[in-house]
């Protein structure tokens, strides 16, 4: 599977590898999503988990803040995606979940 057969699927992958400390494959997965971005829509969301994975929590607020910007219906998923769950006692988690109003927040 590449990329760009499914970006959204890609995205759990580099979450995944990232989750089996396989640094390397989830960064070439994200690198991979980020240059598809370039020549179709690849959700913002997809890169956030990735991110979520690799504990950069920076980049996934900034990618989870476009995914909410673009009205990505995955924010809605937000209390559920255990991928996210290393962010959620991140206050600007709470803030998310408050903007796109979302109990919890």
Same mark, same amino acid.
């Given at each position: 599977m590449t990329t760009e057969d499914n970006p959204s699927v890609s995205g759990y992958l580099g979450f995944a590898y990232a989750a089996a400390d396989e640094k390397a494959e989830a960064q070439r997965v994200?690198?991979?999503?980020k240059e598809l971005?370039? @020549?179709? =829509?690849v959700p913002a969301y997809s890169i956030a988990i990735?991110?979520?994975g690799l504990n950069d929590k920076d980049q996934a607020f900034e990618w989870l803040? @476009?995914? =909410?910007?673009?009205r990505?219906?995955?924010i809605a998923l937000l209390n559920f995606e255990s991928t996210l769950d290393n962010l959620r006692p991140d206050p600007r988690f709470k803030e998310l979940l408050r903007r796109a109003n979302l109990p919890g927040s």
């Amino acid at each position: 599977m590449t990329t760009e057969d499914n970006p959204s699927v890609s995205g759990y992958l580099g979450f995944a590898y990232a989750a089996a400390d396989e640094k390397a494959e989830a960064q070439r997965v994200l690198d991979e999503m980020k240059e598809l971005s370039k @020549k179709q =829509y690849v959700p913002a969301y997809s890169i956030a988990i990735i991110y979520a994975g690799l504990n950069d929590k920076d980049q996934a607020f900034e990618w989870l803040n @476009k995914a =909410y910007a673009d009205r990505s219906f995955y924010i809605a998923l937000l209390n559920f995606e255990s991928t996210l769950d290393n962010l959620r006692p991140d206050p600007r988690f709470k803030e998310l979940l408050r903007r796109a109003n979302l109990p919890g927040s």
